[in-house]
């Protein structure tokens, strides 16, 4: 990616610079102010050697020292020498200003700049976080961030405080002598030419580092996930190995960077000090033909000393310019992905939901070229309990998340209260409905803030009683710490029957109108089962409820089950009429049974 495609990224850095205006001006009178003081740092020594030691006369703009300088030159070496306590002090002053401000800033920028991209990955489609590393992201919205802070809040100011600074000593170098000048200037091209150089090179190294970090952040975050796995199959030497191989990849390239950085610094030093010494040795042979003074030849040494500290430091600058550019466009590259339309907000209100719900000759597939449904047609009425049975892969899971807009058919309409759910607001639609996903997920959080996460204002009597309708109340009072029990990630020490009871009762405190449950009982008791259907029966009364069966436990409670079979309804009915008809559902339903009878 080219820097002139950063565009997203531009305009996130030009609206935070604007709106940091001020701070930055204050930051750049700092920077304005060290410089001045650095370039009066040499003038006191100048003084004192040439006006001073040497009785030099001295110039108009110092005439009120020139009797004392006559009369007490002890007293008029310690009045000039203390000039040089008070420069420092201003140096130190102007320096913590700039310093102060554009961290300040730089920090804003960081902040800032997460929330963006912490904001748009939530808009972004579930196909694009399925695709992505979670580790990689996360190495992007805080690592390569931070690499920004320093760059474009305070690296701008330093860029613009070193060529002030350069300047200025440039106009006074030439003012003293402009031959001298000429010779200590001329090794400038060599180090515009070497800090290009270093820039250019460094930038490619630096964007593979970035890629390598990425990688190893990612693999880290995978194994921590599935580290039951690992152990499970005795993995734990192989993915040590991966991760060697992975990690040796990222040092490879770390180490590249620091020698392409180690090499700029010397080749600007040794630049550097060829400046100085054709200046020293020159300037020398003018003081010894008396056409300028030892003090002209100090305030030149100095400033050429203090010259080449920025251009030193513009070496450096090039170098985390670098890694700042690899940065930004790993972060454009998240930015410049197009939110997902089925997650935006901003259309109509959904209201009060009825719960009619009609999917209209959907086809979708996760890969378009291989589509799940198939002009699928199905109508679900108000208040009515359905549940969606068929084969592994037959699209059961699908239907729940079209119906929950993670995702936009690729032909055909889903509808909600006769409305296209495409034409109403995202996350308002969500809110009203209640879901159980396949995946029992659960916050490191307390007990009572899962189950309260769709409803955050919710009493807790009211959370009491979700989880008892979920049969979890139990459980939870046996717990350390009740309800106020802080889970691990993942909610790890549960089982699954517990975790999918508390999932469970997160969708029923909502007491929503259309509710959604993709295999809710999948890992609890039978007898328990029973008891949640009770209650999902009597709390789901006249509102529609619609239920991902991969078990046939408890289908007689149903008003209707939806068969699926190639990506289509294959049949529909009661749990007596379809057994009667000996078709789809019965094949499934005698093949499960058989399977439990032959589990031990």
């Known amino acids: 990616m080219k820097p002139a495609e950063l565009t997203r990224f531009r305009a996130l850095l030009s609206a935070h610079l604007r709106a940091n205006s001020g701070p930055l001006a204050l930051a ?44 007490q030159p002890e007293l008029a070496i ?29 920090y804003q920028m960081v902040h800032e700049l997460r929330r963006e991209l912490f904001a748009h990955l939530q808009r972004l489609s579930l196909s694009f976080h399925n695709r992505s590393r979670a580790g990689e992201l996360l190495t992007k919205v805080t690592s390569d961030t931070n690499v920004l802070k320093d760059v474009f809040a305070g690296g701008l100011l330093e860029l613009l405080g070193h060529a002030l600074t350069l300047g200025s000593m440039c106009v ?11 010779v200590a200037l001329v090794t400038l091209p060599l180090l515009g030419l070497t800090i290009f150089s270093i820039y250019r090179r460094g930038k490619s190294s630096a964007r593979r580092q970035r890629e390598r970090e990425g990688e190893v952040a990612a693999h880290i975050g995978e194994v921590l996930h599935l580290t039951p796995l690992v152990r499970a199959f005795a993995r734990e030497s192989a993915e040590k190995e991966r991760f060697d191989r992975e990690s040796s990849r990222t040092l490879h390239e770390s180490v590249r960077t620091a020698r392409v950085e180690a090499a700029a ?14 200046a020293v040795m020159i300037g020398g042979l003018l003081a010894l033909r008396r056409e300028i003074s030892p003090g002209d030849l100090l305030v030149f040494s100095a400033y050429l000393t203090s010259m080449y500290k920025p251009l030193r430091n513009l070496a450096k600058l090039s170098t985390q310019f670098s890694k ?3 940065s930004a466009e790993r972060i454009e590259q998240i930015l410049s992905t197009e939110a997902d339309s089925a997650n935006q907000s901003g259309g109509a209100d959904p209201g009060e939901l009825r719960g009619e ?103 807790p009597g009211e959370i009491e009683q979700a989880a008892r309708l979920a049969a979890a109340h139990e459980f939870i009072t046996a717990l350390p710490d009740g309800y106020d029990t802080v889970l691990s990630e993942r909610a790890s020490t549960l089982s699954g029957g517990q975790r999918q009871r508390l999932c469970l009762a997160r969708a029923l405190l909502k007491r929503p109108a259309l509710l959604i449950l993709d295999e809710p009982t999948a890992a609890i008791d039978a007898e328990s089962t029973a008891l949640i259907h009770d209650a999902i029966a009597e709390l789901q009364r006249g509102k529609t409820t619609l239920v991902i069966a991969h078990h046939f436990r408890e289908m007689d409670r149903f008003d209707r089950i939806v068969v699926l079979g190639d990506g289509a309804v294959a049949e529909q009915g009661t749990h007596s009429q379809l057994l009667a008809r000996k078709g789809v559902y019965w094949e499934l339903y005698h093949l499960q049974q058989l399977a439990e009878e032959v589990t031990p």
């Open 28 to 71: 750049a009178a700092g920077m304005a102010g060290y410089a001045a003081a650095e370039l009066f740092a040499p003038w006191p020594l100048k003084i004192i050697i040439d006006h001073v030691l040497l009785a030099k006369p001295v110039p108009p703009a110092l005439g009120p020292l020139a009797p004392l300088i006559a009369r």
């Open 78 to 106: 310690g009045i000039v020498a203390s000039a040089i306590l008070v420069i420092a002090l201003m140096k130190g002053m102007f320096s913590y200003l700039q310093v102060f401000v554009t961290s300040r800033v730089g």
């Open 357 to 459: 719900i009609e999917f209209e000759r959907v086809t979708f597939g996760y890969d378009p070229s291989k589509p799940v449904l198939r002009d699928l047609a199905l109508r679900i009425r108000e208040g009515e309990h359905v549940a969606i049975v068929g084969a592994s892969g037959a699209g059961k899971s699908t239907i729940a998340s079209l119906l929950m807009r993670f995702y936009q058919p690729q032909s055909g309409t889903v509808r909600v209260d006769g409305r296209d759910i495409r034409e109403l607001d995202g996350e308002a639609y969500r809110s009203r409905i209640g879901v159980v996903l396949q995946d029992s997920l659960l916050f490191g959080a307390s007990v009572a803030e899962n189950i309260a996460y769709g409803k955050p204002d919710a009493a």
């Open 324 to 326: 700042a550019m690899a």
């Open 172 to 182: 006074v170098l030439f003012l003293l002598n402009g031959q001298l000048a000429l």
């Open 265 to 278: 610094g010397r080749a600007v030093e040794l630049i550097n000090a060829a400046g100085v010494w054709a």
